[in-house]
């Protein structure tokens, strides 16, 4: 379908990107690197070259492991205060440890990508700073 939309908008005249379609894949092909690098490798990196063709880039929002505690924490605090510390500790860890896995598939991938902290959770200065990627 996005190829469709982007070869429509060329169709009509639309080449440059201000003028172009916008599209935002949340959690897409850096996930799907992580989560089926042996198995469909293949298949994703012809879907890389795909969304590469039509201009995608990928921003990898990131966080320090200093605040990953933290930051679970404020994503559901009712789920979160029922944990123990062991327990956020790890799932922090693990958190850690996937935005590691995420940041060498992003370094594999053809896909141009910004990684951007957000520790300061300053979303619009975030989202001005994709926009302008």
């Known amino acids: 379908m996005l190829k469709k939309l982007s070869n429509w908008s060329r169709e009509i005249g639309q080449l440059q990107r201000s003028k ?14 992580v989560a089926f690098s042996d198995s469909l490798l293949g298949e994703i990196e012809q879907i890389e070259a795909e969304l590469f063709a039509m201009g995608a880039r990928c921003a990898l929002l990131t966080i320090s492991p200093e605040n990953a505690g933290k930051r679970l924490r404020s994503r559901d605090t009712e ?12 799932a922090g860890e693990m958190l850690i440890n996937t935005q590691q896995e995420l940041r060498r598939q992003a370094n594999d991938s053809i896909i141009p990508t910004i990684e951007i902290n ?5 979303w619009d200065s975030y989202a001005k700073q994709i926009l302008l990627f």
């Open 118 to 122: 957000t520790d300061k959770t300053d």
């Open 79 to 90: 789920k979160w205060a029922e944990k123990t510390e062991e327990e956020i500790k790890m």
């Open 20 to 33: 172009g379609i916008f599209f935002i894949l949340e959690r897409f092909h850096l996930n799907h690197r």
